[in-house]
């Protein structure tokens, strides 16, 4: 079979500050008819970029200096606009990574979907509405008569997701770009969307480039996998291959993310007064409940790692605990004592020995302030030090987060990477010299080997500090790696609590179940056998191993 | 809808609201006018007896609460009052009086004429611009279309319709120069009359409108789907005008209703350029004369013009947004 897409030693630049830096420094790749290639970095690696170039398409900012692109036997590099134009959306077909975004808001989903084929003479509307129910059908979309005249806010993200893949197929393309269509998903909706597309994908003989950052997702997808670092080719081989003989460091490190763990600490002494206690917390948005009676207990030098879905109500807990929304029955204790339900009715000393450190770095930090000013704003406010007194200790929080206080102290968190502005929320944190600290999802923006850097460091500053941790998150591996104890919500219930050893022993309840095993893993066929497992009874119906 | 009905009604009682505050700004602004109507009309002849006489007949002498709540009354009941001007002093209350509303009512109309004239011209003349702008970004045309508007906007009224009449009625005797319209004229008479002044309006509002309509639909352009909608394939006036335009209603929409609320209330200049009998120019003259009834219900219609044409905008940007119109 001949080649569908060569890319021949393709040299990408962007723009900054009036000068043009190289981003990918000559890629070169082939895909054959039906082939499935995976596209995997951390960000930054230039893989969104490589994608788009495949499409013969660059953002603003960004040029192909370097290279060529053929498609078919025309180079996308050269070809005119309106070339270009005919190939897209009918031959090559692109889903991007936030569906959310990349709906239009305005218009219906059949309408988005009917757009391609209608525009570009490929099929009436009425033909291609049909066809969008059945593909909706194929994907298994609940109600796919319906679901497309929807707007595409009154349809969920996961849904969303598959109707994108719907609207891609929609001119039954020879080539679609997936860039990182699974990674704003929930891993139960994660596996849905999964299978749906290689399903679909199979059926139509497509071929596909699947960029990710997750391993395990990629070796679910891809028949080979293509490793990036900083717009670098590091090296490319057949899935099997890749993932049990990877030859370069680089992705050996990749693959060794996933080994870190914390030792199992020694159960906590009887009778010991826990540092946060949350006893039986409704709270509502309004007048609709989101918590219904949730208790679980954070000892000193622990890590408690409350894990579910978004929407589950993990952040909701950690707001009550704060005081930012007060519960509507139910109370908060620290070390005994019973704290007021409201943030403005605590005393300065109790805000002090709770803080928190946030999802986003990028938000969570003033883009005015430098970090010395960031830090060093806790260190005055509760500890009443200033001068070179508050110079010296912010010094020592920055040596602690392991940045050179003579490099940072000046710096804008503009200047930072993602991993370094963590590291200042983390400082921040410190500042105030807590017992306990909220750590919200703090690793899902990072790429796995920074996000682990980051584990790293706090699992260290448990140790010396005695700290104990909250921690919010969705990411299984990384209740693995930290947790002592896992707290399992679902709908705003604790559906399943206990010691992280005996949550990841069966047998557990069907929900944490059901999360446990939606978790991709390395293994190329764990999907299949997934879904073979699952049969009918969980993902859709029979249509899957119909088709 | 019945969330979009409970927005239009809050809004619609803070317009009430508001008028009412403006009321009570306007009555104390026009009773600190420097001289008052009695004098102004007597003039040389004012003896202080003379000009305690008409106080008294007109009110004038009453404590400001009193003529405050008389007033509001009156508007409360539609009853504008009477016009000071149009008063026979010699049989006072007698035939051949005429109310502020009477007075008002034709100029207000022509005024709404020749807004909705200009209106019909400037509104999809600024939107076609601003989507060509937007969609020819950086070039020859988009700054050229740039410039023309701008300097449009930055020379004064009178300059304009002294250029617009240099050109289109004396070099060229298309329109008339002097748009004397009256009751009862045709309809195409009356339009080719308004037009001069029309069009010498739709130069000083079709810059700001253009503007935003180009930088609304620009600060899309960088979002998930435009991007998605260049990567189907589509030509680039579908992106902008299917994709980007539907997003980019609600600025455009709030900066059209300032425009013309801006057409309603600040067109005196060009009004007493072409003659044109409007409801800014009959405003000047009341000011001059100190005819304080006129005065005031002026001002009222214009804030209430004010308030009307931003709520609509409020409304209609509200239903612009699918979210909204579509709740879950």
Known sequence: MSDLLTVKDLWIEGRSDETWNPIINGCSLTLKKGEVLGMIGESGAGKSTIGLACMGYTRDGVRISKGSVVFDGIDLVTASAAVKRNLLGKRIAYVAQSAAASFNPAHKIIDQHTEAPVQHGVSGRGESVEDGVELYRKLRLPNPEEIGFRYPHQVSGGQLQRAMTAMAMSCRPDLIIFDEPTTALDVTTQIEVLASIRQIVEEYDTAAIYITHDLAVVAQMADRIKVLLKGDEVEEADTRTMLSDPQEEYTKSLWAVRAFQRPTKPPVPQGSVPVVSVRNITAAYGTTDVLHEVSFDIHAGRTVAVVGESGSGKSTVARCITGLLPPRMGEIAFDGEVLPANYKKRSKEQLRQAQMIYQMADTALNPRRTIGQIIGRPVQFYMGLTGAKKRERVNDLLNQIELEPSQYFNRLPSELSGGQKQRIGIARALAAEPKFIICDEVTSALDQLVAEGILRLLADLQDTLGLSYMFITHDLATVKSIADEVVVMKDGKVVEQGPKTSMFTPPHHAYTDLLLSSVPEMDPDWLSDLLKERGVDNIGDAAINNM | MLSILKIVLQRLGLGIVTLFVVSIVIFIAVNSLPGDFAEAILGQGATPESVATIRRDLGLDQPLVLRYLTWLKGMLTLDLGTSFAQLNF????????????????????????????????????????????????????????????????????????????????????????????????????????SMLPALTLTLVVTAHMMRMTRAAI????????????????????????????????????????????????????????????GIGQLFVDSVKIRDIPVVQACCLIFAAAYILLNLTADVLSIISNPRLRHPK
């Open chain 2, 218 to 277: 620009i600060s899309l352009l960088a979002s998930p789907y435009i991007e998605m909608a260049r990567l189907k394939g589509l030509s680039p006036i579908r992106v902008i005008v299917v994709h980007a335009l539907p997003n980019a209603l609600a600025p455009i929409i709030n900066v059209v209703a300032l425009n013309l609320a801006y057409l309603i209330t600040g067109v005196v200049v060009v009004e007493v350029v072409f003659v044109y009998p």
């Open chain 2, 90 to 193: 010699a049989n006072f209350g007698g035939a051949g009086t005429t109310t502020v509303a009477e007075q008002i009512a034709p100029r207000l109309s022509n005024t709404m004429f020749l807004a909705a004239v200009t209106a019909c011209i400037a509104v999809p003349l600024a939107v076609t611009l601003g989507i060509l702008a937007a969609l020819y970004r950086n070039t020859a045309f988009d700054k050229a279309a740039n410039m023309f508007t701008l300097s449009s906007i930055s020379s004064p009224e009178f300059f304009m319709a002294y250029v617009l009449i240099l050109f289109l009625a004396v070099l060229n005797p298309i329109f008339p120069s002097l748009s004397n319209i009256y009751d009862g004229m045709a309809f195409s008479e009356r339009l080719e009359k």
